[in-house]
């Protein structure tokens, strides 16, 4: 029942997209900052690596594991991509072009942030992009969605319809078999 409001319901259309608005202003300042500042994210992962010690790690030892084999020798790698993404997922929520897989690539950075032991607002961020994810369609109707999801829809159908038949129907002749 709830589902169904978040992803027909008038109401909830602007509601989303005034907390749509609101995670992406945060999501695009957060990538900016990172982005026109300098990132550096060794020392993040330094630290999060740090807090999987003790007798109650805050950090889950599998997730330490990936930090210290995986991230930290790819840290070039997450220096650029961490501040790209928060700016992309915070401009894609802003403007509502392709609003849901925005919100969902906003879960996954939260949750990873989550996991290396940073609370600070990505919980909060975390459930506001649960709603936008579940609600789908409806949080990006007042957005650049309204005209981009269907464009892409009728380019798809007509690329589908068109490779459709162009499929060779004709029927091959059975071999006879040998026994």
């Given at each position: 029942?709830?589902?169904?409001?978040?992803?027909?319901?008038?109401?909830?259309?602007?509601?989303?997209?005034?907390?749509?608005?609101?995670?992406?202003?945060?999501?695009?300042?957060?990538?900016?900052?990172?982005?026109?500042?300098?990132?550096?994210?060794?020392?993040?992962?330094?630290?999060?690596?740090?807090?999987?010690?003790?007798?109650?790690?805050?950090?889950?030892?599998?997730?330490?594991?990936?930090?210290e084999?995986?991230?930290?020798?790819?840290?070039?790698?997450?220096?650029?991509?961490?501040?790209?993404?928060?700016?992309?997922?915070?401009?894609?929520?802003?403007?509502?072009?392709?609003?849901?897989?925005?919100?969902?690539?906003?879960?996954?950075?939260?949750?990873?942030?989550?996991?290396?032991?940073?609370?600070?607002?990505?919980?909060?961020?975390?459930?506001?992009?649960?709603?936008?994810?579940?609600?789908?369609?409806?949080?990006?109707?007042?957005?650049?969605?309204r005209?981009?999801?269907?464009?892409?829809?009728?380019?798809?159908?007509?690329?589908?319809?068109?490779?459709?038949?162009?499929?060779?129907?004709?029927?091959?002749?059975?071999?006879?078999?040998?026994?």
């Amino acid at each position: 029942m709830f589902n169904n409001w978040l992803r027909t319901n008038k109401v909830a259309m602007w509601l989303l997209t005034f907390i749509r608005v609101y995670i992406g202003y945060e999501w695009m300042v957060a990538g900016w900052g990172k982005l026109t500042g300098g990132f550096e994210a060794a020392g993040f992962l330094q630290g999060a690596i740090a807090k999987a010690t003790g007798d109650h790690p805050a950090v889950q030892g599998w997730w330490a594991a990936f930090l210290e084999h995986a991230a930290l020798p790819g840290v070039k790698v997450f220096n650029v991509i961490v501040p790209l993404g928060e700016f992309l997922v915070g401009l894609g929520l802003i403007l509502g072009t392709f609003t849901t897989f925005a919100a969902l690539m906003g879960i996954v950075m939260n949750a990873a942030f989550l996991f290396s032991g940073t609370v600070s607002t990505n919980a909060q961020m975390l459930l506001l992009q649960m709603f936008i994810l579940v609600a789908a369609a409806n949080a990006g109707k007042i957005g650049l969605d309204r005209w981009v999801i269907p464009y892409l829809r009728g380019l798809w159908n007509k690329w589908t319809h068109k490779t459709a038949h162009h499929v060779d129907t004709t029927p091959t002749p059975l071999k006879k078999q040998t026994a």
